[in-house]
């Protein structure tokens, strides 16, 4: 099994093939347009709402992150890192969610966006962002429950990313956990996803992100109506991408939202995760 050490470290590499600033400054100038564009950027969709958890990660799919790709598919750091600053009492708005995706996207993207946002660079961002203001960010890669629960006990927000596997190709998602009166509550734990195999006598659910590194790595062909077709450019081959990873996954109906309350924070992970899914870094916020 593969160590959450090499894991991050491994992750953290990635984010040398990092996005362009003139496609960054181009996924910003469209986020807000269409932010601002429903309601006077007050709400979207009934999705996006300033002063109020983002909880439907699937239904971002219209805004960009990284090189051609979406918050539905890799977005859920930066829904994590807004959903963790609005627990910590931050004014959020429509140019605060956008400022966290362009910060991530200049410091923290892997792989153009393919690898979503490096474990450990939302962890450099929390301590830049919320130390000067008098936060204590504090980190562990461990899954012991003593370990995270401590943690939890003395933290007043806890992000947290997990993985679901033994390797790096398998499924991760970042999220935030919120502490209310003394209890958890996991924020935009959206994808639960159906994973049966054919012939199996019931849907089993495991948490994931349509970030699924183990396809990204080799775009394959796509199948449609029983015919392979090769994706001929590099705007195909990321729409392919994004298709075969939709074909693959189902959503499950009403599972949006927020999942808990649970007693404990190695609770909350493991009731997400179902026992599967695993912490690879966790991080607590406690103002001093």
Same mark, same amino acid.
């Given at each position: ?5 090499? =894991? ?7 984010? /040398? ?17 269409? +932010? ?10 009934? /999705? ?12 971002? !799919? ?22 963790? =600053? +609005? ?21 923290? /993207?892997?792989?153009? !966006? ?44 806890? =992000? /947290?990313?997990?993985? &679901? ?16 009166? !003394? ?13 049966? &195999? ?11 992100? +349509? ?15 029983? &015919? ?55 991080? !607590?916020?406690?103002?001093?």
């Amino acid at each position: 099994m593969i160590g959450n050490g090499i =894991l991050l470290g491994a992750w953290q590499l990635l984010t /040398v093939a990092s996005v362009p600033k003139k496609k960054i400054r181009s996924n910003t100038a469209e986020n807000m347009h269409i +932010l601002q564009r429903e309601a006077g950027g007050r709400a979207m969709y009934g /999705v996006f709402e300033p002063g109020r958890y983002i909880e439907n990660q699937p239904q971002l !799919g219209m805004l960009k992150f990284g090189r051609g790709f979406d918050f539905a598919y890799g977005g859920c750091s930066v829904i994590a890192v807004y959903n963790t =600053l +609005l627990s910590l009492g931050e004014r959020m708005s429509a140019e605060t969610l956008c400022g966290i995706a362009e910060e991530l996207q200049r410091r923290g /993207v892997a792989l153009g !966006g393919r690898f979503g946002v490096a474990p450990l660079s939302l962890k450099h961002y929390l301590k830049r962002y919320l130390e000067p203001q008098g936060f204590k960010v504090k980190s562990t890669i461990s899954n012991r429950a003593e370990i995270l629960d401590a943690i939890g006990a003395e933290s007043d927000a806890i =992000l /947290v990313v997990l993985w &679901n596997g033994k390797k790096l190709k398998d499924q991760f998602h970042a999220m935030h956990i919120e502490k209310r009166d !003394g209890r958890f509550i996991i924020h935009n734990a959206c994808y639960l996803i159906k994973t049966a &195999n054919a012939g199996d006598a019931e849907e089993q659910e495991q948490p994931g992100n +349509l970030m699924q590194p183990g396809n990204l790595m080799q775009p394959g062909n796509l199948m449609q109506s029983g &015919n392979l077709i090769q994706p001929e450019s590099t705007v195909q081959r990321e729409n392919a991408i994004q298709q075969e990873s939709m074909m693959q996954r189902e959503r499950i109906p009403g599972k949006y939202g927020e999942m808990g309350p649970y007693e404990t924070l190695s609770a909350a992970i493991g009731g997400y995760g179902r026992g599967s899914a695993k912490a690879a870094l966790t991080i !607590g916020i406690k103002k001093q």
